[in-house]
């Protein structure tokens, strides 16, 4: 495009000077740039103000003719808008940007749209960025036939477990102008249990809690029959101990003990894998990584594993225990610290600050039971969540 030029600029005047005003400014300006003021200045000095008059005298002839200014008025505006849009910044807008997406059963993957469009100046990069593992962008599909904004992105969420709220931040970015959109996933609440019937395995171990104790109708019986031997002895109710009808002997309960739990070779009680709590603390000191094995293991959802296999390399941490209940929490370049402490032989309850999003991380407190449970065919043992749900930790 030809480069327009600017008269009102080359007279020193605005361009809202009157016919009066441009016909001064084109005189003064005559009379500095005139050929015979400027006889004795070098050569260079006077070929740059011919130069310059030649503008000059371009401008008043435009400009002191109505009809000819105002056609270069019309032009001069209509390249300076142009200038002043090409030279805007983008602005990326989000609509809506609070996405909600309600009672996503665990191992489902459900989806949801949202807009973007750009109110501001030319664009030359679009990204959308970053997500987590439960959230991705499944595609963006332009508005428009040129392929450009406005477009329509869909998103797509995986609930892993019951009881879940998670949130992310989705970044649109326009070159360096960016917009938000707040996607929250919410998971169904877990089932509740029934109610364990009952039942007559129940009466008994009801029964089983009460033996050794006489019954309170055996002890009234025993006191009559030891108040009588008292009062036959000293004589005074003698005569009628020989006419009372005998009183029949009550056969009490036989009583029998529970078997104390199983216990190891040391003395201290185990669990159904084998171990005592020393036992178990001697196994869980070190470092432990959050994965799967090679196949689901026994207890674990197979819909879980088989989304959390999804789930790549770098979003892993670990867990380090040390004497004490000390407990290290390590995922990228983020270290936490928590607690951790035996609550039955083989059960193990963890808590630690659990991550969420993605750096820097916003972090909750977290507090669950897991089991140490024996591999198949191997003196190793992995930790599992006590639901049966989640992920396990396995010893690096």
């Known amino acids: 495009m030809d480069t327009l030029e600017d008269y009102y600029d080359a007279l020193g005047i605005s361009s809202h000077a009157t016919a009066e005003d441009i016909k001064n400014a084109y005189r003064y300006k005559v009379q500095i740039l005139h050929p015979d003021r400027l006889a004795k200045v070098p050569e260079s000095v006077r070929l740059k103000a011919e130069k310059e008059l030649r503008l000059v005298n371009r401008a008043y002839e435009n400009l002191s003719n109505p009809r000819k200014r ?55 990069k679009f990204s959308i960025q970053p997500s987590d593992v439960w959230l991705r962008v499944v595609d963006i599909k332009p508005m428009t036939a040129q392929g450009e904004l406005p477009a329509q992105v869909i998103v797509e969420a995986t609930a892993f477990d019951y009881d879940l709220v998670r949130s992310q931040l989705l970044t649109v970015v326009l070159d360096a102008e960016t917009a938000s959109a707040h996607v929250t996933l919410r998971s169904e609440k877990r089932p509740a249990r029934p109610e364990p019937a009952f039942s007559a395995e129940s009466l008994r171990d009801d029964t089983a809690s009460r033996r050794g104790s006489t019954p309170s109708w055996g002890n009234n019986v025993l006191a009559i029959v030891a108040a009588l031997a008292i009062l036959a002895g000293i004589g005074l109710v003698g005569r009628y101990v020989k006419t009372m009808p005998e009183i029949p002997t009550l056969a009490l309960p036989e009583t029998t003990t529970t078997p104390p739990p199983e216990t190891s070779s040391s ?50 941490y670990y867990l380090e225990f040390s004497d004490g209940g000390g407990l290290s929490c390590i995922r990228t370049d983020v270290l936490t610290q928590g607690r951790w402490e035996i609550v039955d032989p083989g059960v193990v309850r963890l808590a630690w600050p659990i991550w969420q999003g993605e750096p820097p991380y916003g972090l909750r407190d977290g507090e669950t039971l897991y089991r140490v449970v024996p591999q198949d065919d191997s003196d190793r043992f992995y930790l599992v969540d006590d639901r049966d749900l989640s992920l396990g930790f396995w010893p690096t």
């Not at 959050?290 to 959390?308: I, Q, T, V």
């Open 267 to 316: 003395g201290a009680a185990t669990s159904d894998s084998g171990l005592d709590r020393d036992a178990v603390n001697d196994v869980l000191l070190g470092r432990w990584r959050h994965g799967l094995p090679e196949e689901c293991p026994p207890g674990m959802d197979s819909r879980m594993y088989e989304k959390a296999a999804e789930i790549p390399e770098q979003e892993t």
């Open 70 to 124: 105002a056609e270069y008025d019309s032009e001069r505006n209509r390249r300076r808008g142009q200038h002043e849009r090409t030279q805007a910044k983008p602005t990326p807008v989000v609509e809506p940007n609070q996405v909600t997406i309600d009672n996503v059963t665990p191992g489902e993957a459900r989806r949801q749209t949202f807009s973007i469009r750009n109110t501001g100046g030319p664009y030359k």
